[in-house]
């Protein structure tokens, strides 16, 4: 508990379970959520009750998002809290607007409970760089200045709408009020995260990331370039900036991208022993070749420790050793 106690909502994910992993070896005590169902209560969790120093410095609290105070007990005593909870719903079993709603509120709420709190420092907020590119401008290099516009999107008739908008709008939210009642809030916007996971089970952000080599029968849909970041890069970048005393605002955190045109070629070319299928790849509508800016993060001093081949190298092990592969 050296550097004190952190909140990390949604345990259980993909990107928060390594985010955990990170924490305890940089000497953080974690409090984390996962959701009050019954379904989830017998949810094997040993692969966060057995990472190293979890035994000392892991509790583990029941919240969910439609019950935005269940939150509160976890952030008590915290010097910094990250968010990552979010409703992922691409198979459509709600509209856009319940998630949204479900989703701003929750995040709002959490806010509150960090200024109660009188302990925490600063909040990370997981947020999507799909929040800057559907911003409907015709430019060749996207910022955080940009933000995707709602309209725009709905436009696109995407499956990933709801994700998109949710995204987009949560972050405004957090970030007007973080504003308004004087919270230190830093928002991360990651492309797709790919590489290794602790999760048992197949992440979708993997699963769509792979999805050229793999037996998937639903195509996904990716833009002009794909653009993305190593989970681990994620991970640290996270704790970078809940450390980096000047943090402020939004950042891209992006690692490596490349074009669909290229996309085939890189993979048959690194990978001989998978079939790659264009089948399972769709061009998002309308989209154009722009490329993620990561320069206010790396200004920061921030490095980028793994490109495109070891995201996939990581990866495919992963699978490997877990027999989804």
């Not at 915290?78 to 949204?100: N, P, R, S």
Request: charged share 25%; hydrophobic share 40%.
């Amino acid at each position: 508990m050296e550097k004190g106690v952190v909140c990390v909502t949604g345990g259980t994910g993909y990107v928060v379970s390594w985010l955990i992993m990170r924490l305890l070896q940089h000497g953080y005590a974690v409090n984390t959520t996962t959701r009050l169902h019954h379904a989830d209560q017998k949810k094997d969790i040993s692969y966060l009750t057995n990472l190293p120093g979890a035994s000392e410095r892991l509790r583990i609290f029941t919240a969910d998002l439609d019950r935005p105070e269940s939150f509160n007990d976890s952030i008590q005593g915290c010097v910094g809290v990250f968010h990552l909870a979010h409703t992922i719903d691409f198979e459509v079993k709600e509209d856009v607007e319940t998630i949204t709603k479900r989703s701003i509120n929750a995040t709002i709420s959490i806010l509150q409970a960090c200024l109660d709190s009188k302990t925490v420092k600063r909040v990370v907020y997981t947020s999507s760089a799909t929040t800057v590119m559907f911003s409907g401008k015709d430019l060749g290099v996207l910022d955080e200045t940009l933000w995707t516009d709602v309209d725009v999107v709905r436009s696109l008739k995407t499956v990933r709408e709801s994700y998109y908008i949710s995204k987009t709008l949560t972050e405004r939210a957090a970030l007007e009020f973080a504003e308004t009642h004087g919270l230190d809030l830093v928002t991360v916007l990651p492309p797709f995260i790919h590489g290794p996971f602790i999760t048992p089970h197949f992440p979708g952000s993997v699963r769509t990331s792979m999805s050229m080599i793999i037996d998937d029968d639903n195509p996904f849909e990716f833009p002009g370039i794909t653009s993305f970041v190593h989970m681990d890069d994620v991970a640290t970048a996270h704790i970078f900036l809940f450390e980096y005393l000047n943090a402020r605002g939004r950042y891209i955190c992006c690692g490596a991208d490349i074009t669909l045109e290229d996309f085939p070629n890189f993979l048959r070319e690194r990978y001989p022993e998978y079939e790659v299928s264009l089948a399972r790849f769709q061009k998002l509508k309308d989209s154009k070749i722009v490329r993620l800016s990561s320069k206010k993060l790396l200004d920061t001093g921030f490095i980028f420790r793994h490109g495109l081949e070891q995201m996939y190298d990581d990866a495919i092990e992963c699978c490997k050793q877990k027999g989804l592969l």
